[in-house]
């Protein structure tokens, strides 16, 4: 799935306020943190990662790694703060603007 730029922006519009679901420690990306940001995603839909990576290529490997791990889109990176985005196929609880 490919989202708009209309799309995107709605969701970071929705992201702003969220609050960091999951933190990757300085372990990085482990199978626990996988599988934990896999169930936030399947919950939420929009999920807010925290990345504790110092190094700017550091946290973008890791962000690709969890975006390659979840099949999500990436909607926004901020600082060390990424937001994620996979629709539910059973129970949608975000509706995209077309």
């Known amino acids: 799935m490919h989202l708009s730029s209309h799309q995107k ?3 970071r ?3 702003h306020d969220l609050d960091p679901v999951i933190m990757v420690g300085q372990k990085g990306i482990t199978p626990a943190v996988l599988k ?5 995603l399947a919950f939420h ?3 807010k ?3 504790a990576d110092a190094d700017r290529e550091q946290r973008a490997d890791s ?3 969890l975006r390659d791990a979840s099949k999500a889109e990436l909607v926004q990176t901020i600082g060390r703060i990424a937001c ?3 629709r539910n196929p059973k129970q949608p609880k975000i509706e995209l603007p077309k």
């Open 9 to 11: 922006r709605y969701l």
């Open 84 to 86: 994620f985005y996979r």
């Open 49 to 51: 990662v925290k990345l």
């Open 63 to 65: 962000i690709e790694m």
């Open 45 to 47: 839909e929009l999920v």
């Open 36 to 40: 934990e940001f896999d169930g936030a």
């Open 13 to 15: 519009a929705i992201a």
